[in-house]
Structures are given as C-alpha cells and as structure tokens.
C-alpha cells in the first residue's frame, strides 16, 4: 500500500552524495562498538561487510554478548537530512545507496513515505517466512517510527529489521544534525545525535540481542532534547517574563522587588519594547505547545514499544533473550513513559504562568491605552472650552452687529459741525437711545434662548447615552459640565 508513494518520493526527493566525509556514518555493535563516517562510494562496501568493513571475527575469547553461542550485532547507517528544503526532503547520499539499503537490509516499503512526514508515525510489522509460518518463530520484526518535526528537538525518522533467527539489527537513521554537532536552524552548538546513540548502545550492552533496544534508545534520545529544551531555553525565557513583567514574587523571584509604577509605564510608552515582551510571551506560549503534544506523543511511542514488546514475548524464549535483558528494557520503557508524563505536566504548568503573564501584559496594555483615551478626552475638553467661550462672545456681539447693520442709515452725522463751524450742533442723532433700546432686549432674548437650547440638548443626551451617569448627589449627567 506504500509502493505508489515510495515511487514518488523516491523521484522527488533530493539525492545529494557528498565526497566530503560527515554527512554519512555507521554504528556497529558486535561485542565492543564501532563509529565511523562514510562517503557514498563506500555504501555498497559496508552494506556487503567488504574491504575494511569485513565484520569481526568471532573467538572463544571474546566475550559473548548473544548468551546463544552465536555472534549477533547491530548495524546503524545514518545519513544526515540536508537544510535546504524541508519537503520533499533532501539525502546526502544518492539514490541508488538509499535503494541498497532498503533491499539488503530488508527495510518495509513504507519506510521513506513515513520517514518524510512531518508528523510523528510509528509502524510495526511481524514477517513469516514461508517454510516457518507456524507463528512460532518469525523470522524478522520490521519497524519505522518517525519522531515529530521540531527543530529544537530534530527531525529523526528511523526504520530496522531485526532477524530472531541471527539476532541481528539493521537500521537506517535519517535526520538532522546526526554529526553536525549544530542545529541546523538556529546554528546554535548541540551534542550531535549520533554521538549520544552511540553513547546509550555503549551503555546498554546486555540489550543488544533485544529486538526493540535501537527504539528504546531512541525514545530515550528523544525525551533527552525535549528536557534540555525545556530547561535551558523554556524555563530561563518564562523567568526573565516574569521578571520583565515585575508584578510576579513566587518560585525563584520571591525576593524579586516588584516594579514601581513608573518605570511599568515607562515600559508600556515604549512601543518597541512592548512588542518585543509580547512577541517573547507569545512565541514562548507556542513553543511550551508544541512541546507538551511532542512528549505526549513520546508517551505514545512508549505505549508502541510496550505493545510491540507483549507481542513479541512468545518469542524470546527460542530466540535466546534473557530475561534479565527482558525485564531491563521494560523498566526503562516504563520510566520514559513516566518522565514523558511528568515533563508534559511540568510544561503545562509553564502555560498556565505565561497565561497568567500575558493577562498581566494586556491589562498593562489596557490600562495604558485607558490614561491615553484620558488624556485625550481632558486636551478635547479643553478645546471644546475654548470654542464655548469664542460662541459665547459672539453671541454677545451678534445682536450688536445686527443693530448696527439694521442702522447703517446715519445715526451719527460726522460732517454736520465741520460744515457749518458751529460747535453746538450734535453729531449723534436725537434718536441714538433706538439703537440701545432694541440692541439690549435682542441680547438678552438671544442668550436666554441659547440657555434653553443647551438645556435641552443636555436632557437629550442623558436619555440617548445612559451608560454614562453616575449616580452622584444630584444625579448629573457624567461628561456634560453644567453651565
């Protein structure tokens, strides 16, 4: 069911050899471990166990690990994922290796179509042979497990047989920074994964005959760059939040002085720096996301290898694993799945705190925003003062206007004395008192209507804007100053 697939990433993938040595290696175990890189042109040797790459041979003297008088190992290739592209993804080595691989170490069909998700999979299958269909004593048990795509943590995808019958493990191990020893996003320095496999097959030599050890060991990798993650970025990133923040006094920040008004409003008036806590807290929130389903779905991969472990039991006894080997690998499983519980409850308690942070942030924001629209109602009112005193002395002066307008006929003869040189005759008309008469009264009917106006605008407003009295004394409307 995955051969149309296989075919198509097979032709659109990227195939990459490197004549350079670093970017493809192998670890082998047979009674002591072996590491070493490749170049492409050296596949084939290593796969046939050719040349420099003849397998060891096997004495009374050494010690045997098999406990079945019959010499079995572990044999690793790993290739290193290529940065360039994210899909499809990118080998460095060609493809007719890769196609090596996969038939001479009897890799399953889904193996590239898994490995170039980017989701995690996981993937078991039992293989009979013909002449042993029994179900007694299978031949071989395949597997392909393909870790979730984060760059903090990797980007592994995994595929092995192991043969009951020669107790041997092949594998083929695909991602990044396998011996970059740098992540391949960030550039930041990283213990390569390929040193800490070949670290945890050292240290786990009794459980190298186990079918599932190369699995085991691989969850254990796994949960190892999810607690690093956790501890050197996460966790020092939600601390210097929280500190940035200065309203939070528990854990490590007890003692911690809480920040004083100013300098939080000197931090909210900086619109650079705001963005940048409120980029922190959210980008942070994502990545404690991200981790919590990632070690979720390491508890999955546990409860995997448990159940592939339960089925394959049946089968130990003939394929000669001892039960000590048996018993260890299951106390391991079961103290992953437990971490993987613990470091996912731990990391959703950091949710709840940047949460918590990023309220505290947007009531800070809030309550900045709020002094602004205060700020800016008190410049309006002010301006709106202003205008009332201009309406109000040009009211005063409108009716004047209107007078003198409504008596441009002349009421003051300026000419009248200079024509006749006689100082008795009065230049104001004997009718001037009209003007006083009518201008007086026309003022004060206007302002005495502008009072009734303002009156009723301001019962209008109080009935069509309630939301905006406050009860207080009298019970004035809020906002509209009685003149």
Not at 7 to 36: F, H, M, N
Not at 204 to 228: A, G, I, M, N
Not at 238 to 251: A, Y
Request: glycine letters at 4%.
């Amino acid at each position: 069911m995955f051969k149309v697939k296989r075919i198509e990433l097979l032709d659109t993938s990227g195939w990459k050899p490197s004549p350079e040595r670093g970017l493809l290696g192998y670890i082998e175990a047979w009674w002591v471990t072996d590491e070493d890189l490749l170049t492409d042109d050296k596949v084939d040797d290593w796969i046939h166990q050719r040349h420099e790459f003849a397998a060891p041979r096997y004495s009374s003297s050494s010690p045997d690990i098999s406990l079945s008088g019959r010499l079995s190992c572990i044999r690793l290739l790993m290739c290193e994922r290529l940065s360039e592209s994210f899909y499809p993804p990118e080998f460095a080595m060609s493809r007719r290796s890769f196609i090596q691989v996969e038939k001479l170490f009897g890799l399953p069909q889904a193996t590239l179509p898994l490995i170039c998700r980017n989701t995690g999979m996981e993937y078991y299958r039992l293989e009979f042979d013909a002449q042993e269909g029994n179900g007694k004593s299978p031949p071989s048990i395949s597997a392909v497990i393909k870790y979730p795509q984060v760059y903090q943590l990797g980007n592994l995808g995994f595929s092995m047989t192991h043969s009951f019958a020669s107790g041997n493990t092949l594998a083929f191990l695909h991602g990044w920074s396998i011996f970059s020893g740098r992540n391949q996003v960030t550039g930041e320095k990283m213990v390569s994964h390929g040193e800490r496999i070949h670290k945890l097959l050292e240290s786990s030599v009794s459980l190298w005959r186990h079918p599932l050890v190369l699995p085991t060991l691989l969850l254990q990798e796994h949960l190892f760059r999810c607690e690093e993650f956790i501890w050197r970025f996460l966790s020092p990133r939600i601390q210097k939040i929280e500190n940035d923040l200065g309203v939070t006094r528990s854990g490590r920040l007890v003692q911690t002085p809480l920040a004083v008004p100013e300098e939080i409003k000197e931090l909210l008036a900086n619109d650079e720096r705001r963005i940048q806590i409120a980029s922190a807290v959210n980008t942070t929130l994502v990545d404690t996301i991200t981790v919590i389903s990632i070690l979720k779905w390491d508890k999955r991969l546990s409860e995997f290898i448990k159940r592939a472990d339960k089925e394959l039991q049946k089968y130990y006894k003939d394929a000669k694993i001892n039960t000590n080997a048996e018993m260890e690998l299951d106390s391991a499983v079961d103290h992953f799945s437990c971490e993987a519980i613990s470091s996912a409850e731990y990391v959703s308690g950091m949710r709840s705190r940047l949460e918590i942070q990023l309220t505290v942030l947007y009531n800070f924001v809030a309550q900045a925003g709020n002094e602004l629209n205060a700020r800016i109602a008190a410049t309006t009112s002010l301006d709106s003062a202003a205008m009332k005193t201009l309406a109000f002395v040009t009211t005063i002066f409108l009716p004047l206007s209107f007078v003198a307008s409504l008596f441009s006929i002349p009421v003051f003869d300026w000419q009248a004395s200079s024509e006749d040189g006689s100082s008795d005759h009065s230049v104001a008309s004997s009718r001037f008192w009209i003007y006083w008469v009518v201008s007086v009264p026309l003022t004060a009917a206007t302002l005495l209507g502008w009072r009734l106006w303002w009156k009723r605008q301001k019962d209008h407003y109080a009935m069509e804007y309630p939301q905006v009295l406050r009860v207080a004394g009298k019970g004035k409307c809020a906002g509209v100053k009685e003149v």
